[in-house]
């Protein structure tokens, strides 16, 4: 069956973002993909504003402090202790929102994608907002720029540093964590580095830490200089020249190209599309927006099986949603719950090794409340739902305790939480006023779902209000968006 040109232009608007905008139906069926990936481009261009939202008194305390006069746990009375945990708790959660609304309203798509996908991929806790803030930042920055510049300063942040216990990485005492991930997980992946390579690579990076501020530094009296062999080269390396030698791994460049496959175009990576994809991206020495333009640009991503192949995220659920139908949302914090209850609660991935994503997305209660949140959003209605207290299915949502997700103001009743929003239908009713009645459904059907084969339509048509035109349009989309067929892109 041929896929439309809406269908191909909707594909790279959901891969390459969050979807199409209500404001940017009207081009799906015209533009070419070229064109459409031009002006992704185009709009990811200006580099990102950073996101700062940690409290005013929190911040002034840490600008405060130095390496000379830094204040030690100790210092702190319990009390103090417990407010600063969660204050910077209350923090990340804002932090959270705050890149949720890029996400769903930035024009630069591409780039909060890909944000995204780092995100997971460079997967880290921090209880510290200051760290967590730096990391977003450094991430987002080098989203569409070098692998080789991004892994760099990634490896140098405060919340890797920390989470990956390198301040405890010192000349004589080892510590083997951050060497034995970044070569399994950020890099090589596995089977192509044995545990001697791990052992001396921690060698390596012994010395390397960060300050109360959050600021890379090198503790050269803690680092061994001595002899090192690591891949088969041998030489007085340092933290740095471990990352060189990883980057200077063609596995590396296939490493990561495969699993962009997965995140771009289909969980069953094509092994001889992913090689190629390897090939160019180590001969451009890393360049990640020549990587994309050869996975947009080409004929296969655009074939029937890479649409609609792949499961939403919750994430990605929730800031599609939000992009079709524009909305003012009341209680923003309701987010986190739904983020929460679906598993996948931005800056808490399950471990170092990020979410498992794919079919790991649903289950018989995840999927149930992914089908009711259209019509929540659409009534105001209300829900009552937890995260799961096992941490494995939780993926790492149990962290945050119950009082976590205890927000002031959510406008609980008989125990649920009402999620309000306002819908702005103008933008996306527009999209439609052309089309005669008889072939609404149909048209609907092809703008909101990511399938050649549609929803049938005797059975919707039992639960659509047909008093009116704008009601027929608006109630047909949430009975769409509430079906098994919506969680694909």
Known sequence: MAVSNQLRNQHIMWRAGFGPTADQLHVMATTSQKSLF?????????????????DNALKEMMMGMNEQEKMKKSDLSADEKKQLIKQSQHDIRALNLSWLNEMAQSDAQLREKMSFFWHGHFATRSPNIFYQQQLLDIIRRNALGNFRDLLHEVSKSAVMINFLNSNQNKKGHPNENFAREVMELFTMGRGNYTETDIKEAARAFTGWGANMQG??????????GGTKTILGKTGNYDGDDVLDILLDKKETAHFISKKLYRFLVNDKADD???????????????????????????????????????????IELIAGIRRLLPMKIENEEVQLTVQAVLGQLLFF??????????ANWIDSSSLMFRLRIPQ????????????????????????????AFKVKGLGKT?????????????GYLKKFELIQKEDLLAEISKTV??????????ALKKYIDQTGRDSFIKTATIELMSTPEYQLC
């Not at 471990?351 to 794919?358: H, K, L, Q, Y």
């Not at 779902?449 to 005797?458: R, V």
């Open 38 to 54: 031009k002006s992704l481009l185009e709009g990811s261009t200006k580099p990102p504003a950073y996101i700062e939202v940690a």
């Open 349 to 358: 991935p399950p471990n170092v090794a990020g979410w498992p994503g794919g």
């Open 414 to 426: 008989r125990g649920g939480q009402m999620l309000k929003a306002e819908i702005f239908w103008a």
């Open 215 to 224: 600021e890379f530094v090198f503790r050269k009296f803690q680092h061994d």
């Open 376 to 403: 929540i959003i659409y009534a105001s209605d209300e829900f009552d739902m937890k995260p799961k207290d096992d941490d494995d299915v939780a993926m790492g949502r149990s962290e945050l305790n119950e009082n």
């Open 272 to 314: 001889e599309k992913a090689i190629w994809l390897g090939n160019r991206f180590y001969q451009s020495n890393y360049d990640i927006k020549s990587l994309l333009e050869d996975v947009f640009t080409s004929d296969w991503f655009y074939e029937e099986k890479n649409i609609g192949a792949k499961i939403k995220s919750p």
């Open 449 to 458: 779902l990511q399938t050649s084969s549609g929803i049938s339509a005797i």
